[in-house]
């Protein structure tokens, strides 16, 4: 029998109620509008209370559909994908919905999932650049998947830095068939400035891009719908 909405949330009552630490790490009240039906998770107050219902004042407003949240809240579904393809939707301070993996729940609700591995340093002409592997089993996605130009329809340049150096790649899901070269590309749709470890993080699902923007580490200039198709660029976890 598969679990519920209102399971999930007494799982998240029932951890509360066994940490009564929970309040003090995390410090925020979520509003979650799950299939629009409100709940409240106050990990702000007291101990910390669950309740169904609107909060009189929320700190973080968390809107997504019955199978997505469950999927979320189990360890099934990564916030950060369900973000950017909008699935879920966030208002207020998005620095809280950082902390959702610290809101606790027994053991009917696991979030336990397996860590995703980082791909190795390329020796090609990345210069010792982590991301000139991503780019390059990306490379490969778009020769023999030309449904990314499709579905995707931008020209993006990643402006990489690392230790003081910075280097330049384009992936143009746009013309032709697709490509991805080292340089910049001034007809760019999209650019996105940021870490080379932050970028592989990125890019394998490791990190979170809302995170790292929110957190000043990704900049994005030009049209800011298309970071949200970034998802469609991750490497597969099996090629890396």
């Given at each position: 029998?598969?679990?519920?909405?209102?399971?999930?949330?007494?799982?998240?009552?029932?951890?509360?109620?066994?940490?009564?630490?929970?309040?003090?790490?995390?410090?925020?009240?979520?509003?979650?509008?799950?299939?629009?039906?409100?709940?409240?998770?106050?990990?702000?107050?007291?101990?910390?209370?669950?309740?169904?219902?609107?909060?009189?004042?929320?700190?973080?407003?968390?809107?997504?559909?019955?199978?997505?949240?469950?999927?979320?809240?189990?360890?099934?579904?990564?916030?950060?994908?369900?973000?950017?393809?909008?699935?879920?939707?966030?208002?207020?301070?998005?620095?809280?919905?950082?902390?959702?993996?610290?809101?606790?729940?027994?053991?009917?609700?696991?979030?336990?999932?397996?860590?995703?591995?980082?791909?190795?340093?390329?020796?090609?002409?990345?210069?010792?650049?982590?991301?000139?592997?991503?780019?390059?089993?990306?490379?490969?996605?778009?020769s023999t998947d030309p449904s990314?130009?499709?579905?995707?329809?931008?020209?993006?340049?990643?402006?990489?830095?690392?230790?003081?150096?910075?280097q330049s790649w384009n992936v143009?899901?746009?013309?032709?068939?697709?490509?991805?070269?080292?340089?910049?590309?001034?007809?760019?749709?999209?650019?996105?400035?940021?870490?080379?470890?932050?970028?592989?993080?990125?890019?394998?699902?490791?990190?979170?891009?809302?995170?790292?923007?929110?957190?000043?580490?990704?900049?994005?200039?030009?049209?800011?719908?298309?970071?949200?198709?970034?998802?469609?660029?991750?490497?597969?976890?099996?090629?890396?």
């Open positions: 029998m598969s679990i519920t909405v209102e399971q999930v949330f007494d799982e998240i009552a029932k951890g509360m109620a066994s940490d009564p630490t929970a309040a003090s790490k995390i410090g925020g009240v979520f509003h979650f509008i799950v299939g629009g039906k409100s709940w409240t998770v106050d990990a702000k107050n007291g101990s910390g209370s669950v309740k169904q219902g609107a909060p009189a004042s929320a700190d973080c407003t968390i809107t997504v559909a019955d199978p997505d949240f469950i999927a979320l809240m189990t360890g099934k579904a990564n916030g950060q994908n369900l973000f950017m393809q909008g699935k879920l939707k966030m208002k207020g301070n998005m620095g809280l919905a950082m902390k959702l993996d610290k809101i606790p729940k027994s053991g009917g609700a696991s979030r336990a999932s397996a860590p995703s591995p980082s791909p190795p340093a390329s020796s090609s002409s990345g210069g010792g650049f982590r991301a000139a592997a991503v780019f390059d089993e990306l490379s490969k996605r778009i990314l130009v499709q579905s995707v329809g931008a020209i993006y340049q990643f402006d990489i830095s690392k230790g003081g150096q910075s143009d899901l746009k013309n032709g068939k697709g490509s991805v070269s080292q340089g910049k590309n001034e007809k760019a749709d999209c650019t996105l400035t940021v870490g080379d470890d932050e970028f592989v993080g990125m890019m394998t699902g490791k990190m979170n891009s809302q995170q790292l923007f929110m957190q000043g580490k990704l900049k994005i200039k030009g049209n800011m719908g298309l970071a949200m198709k970034l998802n469609k660029l991750q490497a597969p976890k099996s090629a890396l």
